[in-house]
């Protein structure tokens, strides 16, 4: 099943007391959707399902272009926001542009563990607006700590978690990088509500972290191009299942 999976991915790689957590946590607001079987076969036209994660660091990005490229480009995840006060300058055209160009399309914010969730939470819903058919479930981005304890983070990231799954009546996303949460969220088991899409690169095969038992995306690269944007650094992602899986997990009906 991994055999010829693997073999694509070695070509495409050079080698190269604070506040306490809760008694009962925030729950999401309805049962993440269920995980689609580990690695359907990579033999299938359908896989694997290619992606990449951009923000305004890749300028001025061409959508029709990039839908056009030869590494069938899915999906795309957007910078949003960061924290309780920042707003990608790009984000507007990014997803408008990737909507336009045939490409599911995903928001993502750059948790600040050192924020108020609820302020962050705001700050991210505003820009974004209402969610609209085919649109992938949220992502939340968070790899530093701001120098707080873990129990503080883990707190606030629920919070912030539970406030935009209400919100937009899905599951998000949570990325981040196997030492980081090792190393830093005491591998809360409450965690695991939330699908899992894991930063490890130049490696064939992602490390999946306690709590979790797969993950449901993979960013296997920070060097990667593709048709329409300017960069030789382009974060690349896979979805862990089929097409009929990730669109599955968007946005159903017209608006939240």
Same mark, same amino acid.
């Given at each position: 099943?991994w055999g010829r999976f693997i ?19 925030p729950a999401p607001v309805q ?28 300028? !001025? ?73 085919? !649109? ?9 700590? !701001? ?32 030492d980081f949460i090792d190393s ?60 009929? !899986? ?11």
């Amino acid at each position: 099943m991994w055999g010829r999976f693997i073999s694509w991915l070695k070509n495409i790689f050079s080698p190269a007391k604070p506040l306490p957590p809760p008694v009962n946590p925030p729950a999401p607001v309805q049962p993440p959707a269920p995980a689609p079987e580990p690695l359907p076969n990579p033999g299938d036209d359908s896989m694997p399902i290619c992606g990449i994660d951009v923000s305004h660091d890749e300028d !001025d990005i061409q959508w029709m272009l990039v839908a056009k490229d030869p590494q069938k480009i899915k999906f795309a995840f957007i910078k949003a926001t960061e924290g309780s006060d920042y707003q990608d300058p790009n984000f507007a055209k990014n997803w408008a542009g990737a909507k336009a160009a045939g490409i599911i399309r995903g928001a993502y914010h750059y948790f600040r563990p050192g924020m108020e969730p609820e302020l962050q939470a705001q700050n991210f819903l505003k820009t974004v607006g209402q969610l609209q058919s085919g !649109d992938m479930p949220f992502m939340i981005d968070f790899e530093v700590m !701001d120098g707080v304890d873990s129990h503080t983070a883990i707190f606030r990231l629920l919070t912030f978690a539970n406030l935009i799954s209400q919100a937009s009546g899905l599951i998000p996303f949570l990325y981040s990088y196997p030492d980081f949460i090792d190393s830093q969220l005491l591998n809360d088991t409450r965690l695991a509500a939330y699908p899992l899409f894991i930063s490890n690169v130049q490696v064939v095969e992602p490390k999946i972290p306690v709590p979790w038992h797969r993950c449901t995306a993979w960013q296997y690269s920070w060097t990667g191009s593709v048709n329409g944007i300017m960069s030789n650094s382009l974060d690349m992602d896979l979805f862990m299942g089929r097409v009929e !899986d990730l669109k599955a997990i968007c946005k159903q009906g017209d608006k939240i």
